[in-house]
Structures are given as C-alpha cells and as structure tokens.
C-alpha cells in the first residue's frame, strides 16, 4: 500500500495517479490507540490503520495527485537518523571536491558513524527546498529512506527488516562548509521525504533498489542500494545499538556519487524503483 499526507495532514492512499482519502479511517483507527510521546501515532498504529482502511476505494472518489499538496509521509518522527558514507563512488567524490578543504572527512561509514538531523528540517515534495547562504554550494544527495515501524533497541541485522514499516524516497540536502555535519543537513526544508511510505510488504529486497535523480531533466545520480556498504539490516542494527529507534523514526541510508550544486529555480526529479518519483522545487529562503 502506498500511504500519503496531503494538504492539511490528510491521509491518502495512492493507486496510480490518484488517492483516496481515508482520513476517516486513520481517525477511526487511532480513537483510544496508544502512542507513546516520542511515536509517529499513524505509523505506531500502522496495523490498526491499515485493517480500518480496507478497500480504498469504499472511502468515496479518487483525487487527482497532481490536485494534492504532498507533504512528508511521517508526520512526527523522534529524530532523524543518517548515513554521511555508504557508497564508496560517493566516498572518492567528495574527497576529490575538499581536497583543498581542511575539513577531514572519515573514510567509511564504519568510522564515521551516522548522525542526526533536525525534524524542523523535514518537508514533503510539495513544499519545496528552500535554499539559504547561496553565496556557497548546496548539494542535492537522493537516498532510499526507512520508516521504523516499531520500537528498536539492539536490533540484530537478522531481525531488523522485520522493524520497517515502509519505504520512501528521501533527499538529503547538504550545504557545504566547515560547520558540523549535523549543522549544515539541517536547515530548514534540507530533508525532503516522499512522495509517499511504500509499506514493507510491497518490497521484498531494499537491497536491491535503483535509485536515480536529475536536476532540469539533466541525470546526475543513478546507483543501486545493492552498492552501499552497509546494507539496510546493517544499518538498523548499526543505529539501534547507539539509538533506540522508535515507530515513525526515518533512517536515510547514504547517497550515492553524481552529488553536485543545486540554485534557485532548479526541479529535482528523484526515483527509486517499486516506490515512485517525486518532483521538488527548489527555492530561496
């Protein structure tokens, strides 16, 4: 199923190029559910909200998606977890990009560790990147992105898939500099997620995903997550051991190479297979 916020946090599921509304059933399903303070309520119920839901269809006429505003699929995620090293390609990249940097930039993800960015910075596709300090260079970087679907401490890799509730596209955007990583990923509208969360079902091998985008039709990053280096169970298990990753939780999983500058006035084009495509524009703050 292919579940989406829209407009007003409306809650859609999309078949084809339409959704149907089944706001009712999501507040039908999550009357009396519990959710403790740090869980997305939709994607800690996600069961309960999916069994409400049933045949989309019955919840009334099919909306057109180009009608909609999209906004990111998790409405109230804890945190935000990522992966700065995952593609070696991406690796040699960006030491050729701050070879004049003094910045020093850790080798793999084994040493960097991952890191965290700010939930005020998440956006749906329909929002829009809101780009700031122009005056240096903001870098698009696409990634599948993983929602947690239930509460994981200490997950081991044999286990961990079983803790995804869907897949989506996410866009990690990046303004370069000497700041901290953390600092620079996080700025308002630099985490985009969407168009919508692929529920785990639909996905039998995460490891085995293209993942393409273009800036303006132009491509620039086409790669499979079968190139990462530390898988999706890996990942999980890597981030549970530091985190305890709670329903509604997204983990991005790395970019590959073909990172490169984004302005004002360029659409991202972003596509992975058996999720979708979104469209994104990017603006100035």
């Known amino acids: 199923m292919k579940i989406c916020r829209f407009n007003d946090g409306r809650l859609g599921v999309v078949q084809g190029d339409h959704l149907y509304d089944v706001t009712s059933a999501r507040d039908q399903a999550l009357r009396g559910a ?6 997305d309520p939709v994607i800690a119920n996600l069961p309960a ?6 045949e989309p269809t019955r919840w009334g006429n099919p909306i057109p998606l180009n ?3 999209l906004l990111s699929p998790v409405e109230r995620p804890s945190k935000l977890v990522a992966a700065p090293t995952n593609y070696r390609d991406h690796i040699a990249e960006m030491q050729k990009v701050s070879a004049s940097n003094p910045v020093k930039r850790p080798q793999d993800i084994g040493t960097a560790g991952m890191f965290l960015k700010a ?21 698009h970087e696409v990634e599948l992105a993983l929602i947690i679907g239930k509460t994981a401490n200490q997950v081991a890799q044999a286990d961990a898939l079983d803790y995804i ?13 000497p700041e901290d990583r953390s600092f620079r990923k996080s700025i308002d509208t630099y985490s985009v997620l969407g168009p919508w969360m692929v529920t785990a079902d639909e996905i039998a091998d995460p490891d085995n995903l293209r993942l393409r ?6 491509p620039r990053q086409n790669a499979n997550t079968r190139d990462m280096v530390y898988s999706v169970r890996r990942l999980i298990e890597f981030a549970s051991a ?8 997204v983990v991005y999983t790395g970019t590959p190479s073909g990172v490169s500058a984004i302005k004002p006035g360029d659409t991202l084009i972003a596509e992975i297979d058996n999720i979708g495509r979104m469209h994104v524009a990017v603006g100035a703050a």
Do not use: Q
Not at 34 to 39: A, L, T, V
Not at 166 to 173: E, R, T
Not at 213 to 218: A, D, F, S
């Open 165 to 177: 509730a869907g897949y989506c596209i996410g866009l990690d955007i990046t303004l370069r500099g």
């Open 49 to 54: 909200v999916i069994a409400a839901i049933g």
């Open 119 to 139: 939930t005020s910075s998440l956006v749906g596709p329909s929002e829009g990147i809101k780009l700031r300090f122009l005056e240096r260079r903001n870098d």
């Open 213 to 218: 985008l273009g800036v303006n039709n132009e």
């Open 34 to 39: 519990k959710s403790d303070r740090w869980s």
């Open 67 to 69: 009608s909609v505003k």
């Open 242 to 249: 530091f985190y305890t990753l709670h329903p509604g939780d």
